[in-house]
């Protein structure tokens, strides 16, 4: 029960770490430092593709602005059914007839 039985409950409660960013490698250098020189030459690398990506997202919007300034596409839904315009139509124009036999007929009585 002394101080050793103490050092020994208190090592189960302790948490074993994952961070080795203050560890130093054979060469001497931080880790730390070699994983930030490794992340930096990536994103220089990725540099090129990142910038492509934002010209190419660009070029897309700006073609769909010049689209709708032209009038284009105005509705993101568009509908054309020629079937549905000749039926469309063909009521139309009967609906036209009816009315005007009506107001002709209505005028006599």
Sequence with gaps: ?????????I????EKTTNHEA???LSGRRQ????NEQ???????GATERE????????IKLEKLR????????GKHDFSDPLYDKARSETEE????AVEAAMAGGGQA
Excluded: C, P, T
């Excluded at 090592?11 to 302790?14: K, P």
């Excluded at 689209?67 to 105005?74: D, F, I, T, V």
């Excluded at 009967?94 to 007839?97: G, Y």
């Design 1 to 9: 029960g002394g101080f050793g039985s103490l050092l020994r409950s």
């Design 11 to 14: 090592g189960a409660q302790i």
């Design 23 to 25: 560890m130093r490698d």
């Design 32 to 35: 730390r430092d070699v994983n």
């Design 39 to 45: 992340r930096l030459k990536n994103y220089v690398a």
């Design 52 to 59: 492509r990506e934002a010209r190419e997202k660009k070029e």
């Design 67 to 74: 689209r709708l300034a032209e009038g284009e596409n105005k």
């Design 94 to 97: 009967k609906v036209h007839e």
